[in-house]
């Protein structure tokens, strides 16, 4: 049984930095995709996706400001949040799919089957 469990938000300033864990059990990621989410409201959206083979993808929104990666030896996935502005004020959630090697940074949160419980992060001054 695949489990995902987030840690690491809290508050932080406009401008600063903060970095989110995933600790990924029983997922096999040579066969995996998996992404960071967040959601504001109803609305969830991705912000990045790390493919099976390492590649990965990213919202235009947060493009060149966070980055995505996969500790295998510490079996934990990361959301580095580099220069944060309030509107990434948000729950961040991490997902999974172990069906599907390749998925777009556009693929829609209902297509993936597994889930964590999120971690909230506040920006503000």
């Known amino acids: 049984q695949v489990q995902l469990v987030e840690s690491g938000g809290g508050s932080v300033q406009p401008g600063g930095s903060l970095r989110l864990s995933c600790a990924v059990s029983g997922l096999t990621y040579s066969r995996s995709c998996m992404a960071w989410f967040r959601q504001v409201g109803s609305e969830r959206e991705a912000v990045a996706v790390f493919q099976s083979d390492g590649d990965t993808a990213y919202a235009d929104s947060v493009k060149g400001r966070f980055f995505i990666s996969l500790d295998k030896a510490e079996n934990t996935l990361y959301l580095e949040m580099n220069s944060v502005q309030p509107e990434d004020t948000a729950m961040y959630y991490c997902?999974?799919?172990?069906?599907?090697?390749?998925?777009?940074?556009?693929?829609?949160?209902?297509?993936?089957?597994?889930w964590g419980q999120g971690t909230r992060v506040a920006v503000s001054a």
């Open positions: 997902a999974a799919d172990d069906h599907y090697r390749y998925c777009s940074v556009h693929r829609r949160y209902g297509a993936y089957p597994i």
